[in-house]
């Protein structure tokens, strides 16, 4: 996951590939919660590991719900089968929706009927969200609830004992959030000693969420009647949570949206599949499929999978109620950016109650690209980018994962307009709400021209720190490192290894132009085994030497250092990045500390490790190499004639790290507030 401050995207040109979905938010905080509910033990497949499902996770424990997981396993959930375990708890739920509503009406019956306090929380978005007509439906029950800060909103005191009325049905407001119906069709089969109805006041919103709840009740034993209008639901008397066994987690059908939009705006040569979700799927956000389908895509569906492809170009514009397909609905106002007029999405209203103001935000960053966009109390209308229209633009995604996960489609500019550009995604951690590798998976079905891919490359002589600050400034903007000098000893490393002659500069040349060599917080891994400490070695050091004076080494090793350049971007650092190996580079830094601080500094670093060392010594080897790297014939050690130099003597890593980011703000198009 990335956890930068912002994640710039290069300009994108096509798409294809496979994505596995990570389980559905919606079905993996139900499942979680009636697994607690239950009597028994349930084996859930395929949770969802997200900051909803462990805020959720949390909340579980602390109620005396026993969770157990061996690694690459399922959770095995020991519910508390209506019975609390606790009688005080202070619960603190994140921004989680689908854990906060369940649970206050959970607790507040459990409470009422069992006697207990319980106090529930969140960010201070979660206490901007309305939850009051959830409280008043469970106040005229009988429950004691208090608004802790503003009425209606949480946080709240759940308290008990308190007598319940259930004589009468209840009812609930279904034209804010359906997850208020979900909450108490959850909760009221915990003191259904009697039939309970629930009676549905005004239109009911996300009806195929509120399918979702009544299918999963019906795997934990509860069968609920509901009239053809949706506006009334029966819990039979009696009815009580039985474990299934076991529940497999379906693939986020919200999530899909992006990989299908995907696939319909730049899917144009092969398609994207996306398994998790097909035609059996409980969620009602894979009907997402119809409106890209009326936009132009091309979707074959399979019970468990989708492969879309681009269809009509440019897309389609439509107008449509998208009632049934409230989160997915915001792909489509991004994917109206490519369409052939002004599209219109309706019936969104709850778009205004979810982890942001959804519709005033869409409306705010696709305007910064340029777009033309109408709003109005439950609509949105986004007019198309013309080819000379689109502007890059610092995207803030308010907190709210489906923003940041939207936008990414902006990058897909390249294929409509005469001047690409780049677009940043500011916080884009949040995605971790729902889909943690998001942008990860974005990366592996994508493709960019190996030009737009940006790169930074940090040159300068032994011991200068250019391998620190590389991995500073890679970490900083959530790009791939290169550390040049280190592939020629893995590629030493791994030729010794393999019993090649380290003299026999084809058979080496070999050995290189297949390592599968990556770095990571400072790390060298070749197939996946931590050679770092063997990369420095002495005898390491020796079998570099040995297998750099050979030109097809050379050769074989310079096309392996282009193949590092992969999305989002990356930091190269060596003796000749700058200069022979990525000489467009948009930013070349050259460092040029003393021999005598390299000298110290790399004494420290010896010292420290138990080694022993002269710092005269050092300092005469490091100036010996250096003579020796600029006198050398093929990419002698030199800044590139752009480069800024960086004289880092006097600098922590942290002030040459934080100077480096400046440049690259400055060679951006995003502004210094970016």
């Not at 990335?2 to 079905?27: C, E, H, N, Q, W």
């Not at 804010?176 to 239109?203: H, N, W, Y």
């Not at 300092?619 to 004289?647: H, I, V, Y």
Request: glycine share 8%; with cysteine.
């Amino acid at each position: 996951m990335f956890k930068t401050p912002f994640l710039d995207l290069p300009p994108l040109r096509s798409a294809a590939g496979t994505v596995r979905l990570p389980g559905s938010k919606s079905i993996s905080n139900r499942v979680l919660l009636l697994a607690g509910l239950s009597e028994g033990q349930t084996l859930v497949h395929d949770l969802l590991d997200s900051d909803d499902t462990r805020v959720m996770l949390a909340a579980l424990r602390q109620l005396g719900c026993q969770l157990e997981q061996e690694p690459l396993g399922p959770l095995k959930v020991t519910g508390i089968g209506g019975r609390l375990g606790v009688q005080q708890a202070k619960l603190f739920l994140g921004n989680a929706g689908t854990a906060m509503r369940p649970l206050t009406a959970a607790l507040a019956l459990l409470a009422a009927t069992q006697g207990g306090e319980f106090e529930l929380s969140g960010v201070p978005r979660m206490h901007e969200r309305p939850i009051g007509d959830l409280v008043d439906a469970l106040r005229a029950l009988g429950c004691p609830i208090d608004c802790l800060a503003h009425e209606g909103y949480p946080p709240l005191r759940l308290r008990g004992p308190a007598a319940l009325s259930l004589d009468t049905p209840v009812k609930v407001r279904g034209d804010v959030s359906s997850q208020f119906l979900t909450a108490l069709l959850l909760a009221l089969p915990l003191v259904a000693e009697r039939d309970i109805e629930i009676e549905v006041i005004g239109e009911l919103i996300s009806k195929p969420y509120i399918h979702i709840t009544l299918e999963l009740l019906k795997r934990f034993g509860i069968e609920v009647r509901r009239d053809a209008d949706w506006q009334r639901f029966t819990i039979p008397a009696g009815s009580r949570y039985r474990s299934p066994g076991a529940v497999h987690v379906e693939g986020d059908a919200s999530s899909a949206s992006y990989f299908v939009a995907l696939g319909a705006i730049a899917a144009a040569e092969h398609p994207i599949r996306i398994e998790g979700v097909g035609s059996s799927s409980l969620q009602g956000d894979v009907r997402f499929i119809e409106a890209a389908q009326a936009m132009g895509a091309e979707v074959r569906a399979e019970a468990n999978a989708l492969e879309v492809r681009r269809g009509a170009w440019p897309l389609k514009a439509l107008d449509l109620d998208c009632n049934h397909i409230p989160d997915a609905a915001m792909t489509l106002a991004v994917m109206a950016l490519y369409a052939d007029g002004p599209s219109t999405l309706r019936n969104i209203a709850s778009w205004r109650v979810k982890e942001t103001d959804r519709i005033a935000a869409m409306a705010a960053e696709l305007q910064k690209l340029g777009a033309r966009v109408e709003e109005g109390p439950d609509w949105i209308r986004v007019h198309p980018l013309g080819a000379g229209a689109w502007k890059p633009a610092a995207i803030r995604t308010y907190d709210d994962h489906r923003v940041a996960m939207c936008f990414s489609l902006v990058a897909f500019n390249a294929l409509v307009s005469e001047r690409p550009v780049p677009v940043r995604i500011l916080e884009p951690h949040c995605v971790a709400k729902t889909f943690p590798d998001y942008f990860e998976t974005l990366f592996d079905v994508v493709q960019a021209r190996p030009e737009d891919i940006p790169v930074i490359t940090i040159d300068g002589p032994t011991a200068s720190g250019k391998g620190t600050l590389a991995d500073e400034v890679a970490r900083a903007l959530g790009y791939w490192v290169l550390d040049s000098g280190a592939l020629y000893r893995a590629t030493g490393l791994a030729a010794s290894r393999a019993g090649v002659d380290l003299d026999d500069g084809a058979a080496v040349a070999a050995v290189a132009a297949g390592l599968d060599l990556h770095f990571e917080d400072g790390r060298a891994f070749l197939d996946e085994e931590d050679i770092s400490d063997a990369l420095r070695q002495e005898a390491t050091g020796l079998m570099a030497s040995r297998v750099a004076v050979h030109l097809p080494v050379r050769a074989a090793l310079h096309q392996l250092q282009l193949d590092f350049r992969r999305l989002p971007g990356l930091v190269a650092d060596g003796r000749d990045m700058g200069t022979a190996i990525f000489p467009a580079a948009p930013l070349k830094v050259f460092l040029s500390a003393s021999a005598a601080t390299r000298a110290e500094r790399r004494y420290k670093q010896l010292i420290s490790k138990g080694i022993p060392a002269n710092i005269e010594d050092l300092r005469a080897d490091l100036e010996a190499r250096d003579a020796r790297d600029k006198g050398r014939s093929a990419s002698p050690l030199q800044a590139a004639p752009d480069a800024f130099t960086l004289d880092n003597s006097a600098q922590t890593i942290e002030e040459s790290r934080d100077l480096v980011l400046a440049w690259w703000q400055e060679r951006g198009p995003f502004g210094p507030q970016g």
